[in-house]
């Protein structure tokens, strides 16, 4: 039984290993420059940054907009594992197309890029819905922060092997780095492709828990869940004080993530030392996630993401002044000590105050809430930047994201989002029939 545990575990982790492929060479560190430099070709270097910002901006407006509804749907329907499998399809497929970008074709590499987040954060919804399932509740944290470290050593291994195809292109006999960041698109697909197989294998879909009264139409029992949850959302206040909390401080979060490569190459930092320290942030991100995931043991989950906060504001006024190829490499280290950690405790703390019944739904509030936080923060950068001439000024308008989410994080009362987390036992509740 035991070992059955363990193995369903390793399995939804591996999907983490899988997945930041994606996230690693596509969102962060190997597309943007690519971007910039072939893609945005015919454009200065400013407006490709804010192009690459709107890019993500609309990527994220589809998933705020389908995210519930769909998480509710899975709920009603035991589909969890299908909407995954739906979504991770359409990022791999427009992961590979990516392949097919040149010089100047910005709006065919913006199209299919959005296409590749759209799979890439609508799979995240129903993976991490499946937490609160996978994982007891004393170890939510612990296997939060182990997902996030799988990620960081898959996505750094892949990505080693494409900075060597970008960087060193003859030792794989391709012709040009162009045609290494072309090939590196399709490795990331295959990647995810592979390492999703374990999670449909051997993790479980969990059963679901059906109002009597609910309506035997998906689409419609999916928003009759929506009502029902809006009616009694006071039952659920310190889950909404950390949604709100989360939105404001996700935004500085992931605002670096998207931005932070493609604003290096506006100023100056070559491709080496921009790759090289995304490449460094992901295997450091590998201890110090682990090292998070045990923090909430002697601190607590709340003041371990506080402190996080608080390295995040210390680089954003640092990435201000930022000038040199070791400034980046710098503000680079700072980021892999919080990143991963950050990430992953916020998502074991509001798995922890999520009701199991409604996992998906409640997720997709949550994956609403941090995408939402990626329409707003790249927005302000792009808009700041064409309106300023430089992406400076944006860079410290980020610090606003982590303080006043910080001030509404430190007001949520977790033990108290627990409790109400409770599934009714009551009898108008039956569980549903297991797929066969």
Not at 423 to 435: E, R
Request: no cysteine; net charge positive; aromatic share 14%.
């Amino acid at each position: 039984m035991e070992r059955d545990h363990k193995r369903v575990i390793k399995s939804w982790k591996i999907y983490d290993w899988a997945n930041s492929a994606f996230a690693a060479t596509i969102m962060a560190a190997v597309l943007p420059q690519f971007y910039s430099s072939v893609a945005g070709s015919a454009l200065n270097k400013t407006t490709a940054t804010s192009y690459w910002g709107y890019s993500n901006t609309i990527a994220m407006m589809v998933i705020v907009i389908i995210a519930p509804v769909l998480g509710a749907i899975s709920d009603h329907s035991r589909a969890k594992k299908k909407f995954l499998a739906i979504f991770a399809t359409i990022g791999i497929i427009s992961t590979a197309f990516l392949a097919g970008t040149s010089n100047s074709m910005w709006l065919y590499a913006s199209i299919v890029y959005i296409f590749g987040r759209i799979g890439f954060a609508g799979g995240n919804i129903f993976y991490d819905s499946l937490l609160p399932h996978v994982a007891r509740p004393d170890e939510i944290d612990k296997v939060s922060a182990e997902g996030y470290a799988y990620g960081y050593l898959g996505g750094g291994i892949l990505l080693s092997i494409n900075l060597l195809m970008v960087l060193k292109p003859s030792l794989f006999f391709i012709p040009d780095a162009q045609w290494g960041a072309r090939i590196s698109f399709i490795t990331v697909s295959v990647w995810w492709t592979v390492f999703s197989i374990p999670i449909f294998k051997n993790v479980p879909e969990p059963y679901a828990v059906i109002p009597r009264d609910e309506s035997p139409n998906p689409l419609l029992a999916g928003y009759q869940r929506i009502k029902n949850t809006l009616t009694n959302v006071r039952k659920y206040k310190e889950l909404v004080k950390f949604l709100i909390a989360f939105w404001l401080y996700n935004d500085g979060i992931t605002t670096i993530i998207v931005m932070a490569v493609i604003f290096g190459a506006e100023i100056g930092i070559g491709t080496v030392h921009l790759i090289g320290s995304i490449l460094m942030v992901q295997f450091l991100g590998v201890p110090f996630t682990v090292l998070f995931g045990r923090l909430p043991k002697k601190l607590g989950t709340k003041n371990s993401l506080l402190l996080s906060l608080g390295i995040y504001s210390i680089i954003v006024i640092l990435g201000y002044f930022m000038q040199s190829p070791s400034h980046f490499w710098i503000l680079a280290f700072l980021v892999s000590m919080v990143q991963g950690g950050s990430q992953a405790l916020s998502r074991s703390m509001f798995g922890s105050m999520v009701p199991m019944h409604k996992s998906a739904e409640f997720f997709g509030f949550y994956d609403m809430s941090g995408k939402f936080s990626g329409i707003i923060g790249p927005l302000i950068f792009g808009i700041t930047g064409q309106l300023t001439g430089s992406s400076r000024i944006s860079i410290i308008s980020i610090i606003f994201f982590f303080l006043i989410g910080a001030l509404v994080l430190a007001n949520v009362d977790h033990k108290a989002g627990i409790n109400a987390s409770t599934v009714p036992a009551d009898s108008q509740f039956t569980p549903a029939k297991p797929n066969v």
